[in-house]
């Protein structure tokens, strides 16, 4: 089953990109900065990687739900 049709997944592919994208910011900050204007890919990055740093508690509170809710199941 893709991805976008189960939601639990859909979920853990938001959550996997918005920390992919905040640690590639927190590394390599110029290659995001320059394009976070529009909507291209690496906008979409910036976008992620900005939700990272600004709620990075919740963020990793959800990842660590994220990893018990699949060791559960």
């Known amino acids: 089953m893709s991805a976008l049709f189960n939601f639990k997944s859909l ?12 640690y590639v910011h927190h590394f390599t900050p110029g290659i995001m900065d320059r394009n976070k204007n529009g909507y291209s890919v690496m906008g979409i ?12 508690p919740y963020i990793s509170i959800c990842c660590v739900i994220m990893a018990v809710s699949m060791l559960l199941s």
């Open 45 to 56: 990055f910036w976008k992620c990687a900005r939700i990272g740093e600004r709620l990075s």
């Open 11 to 22: 979920l853990l592919v938001i959550l996997l990109l918005i920390c992919t994208s905040t």
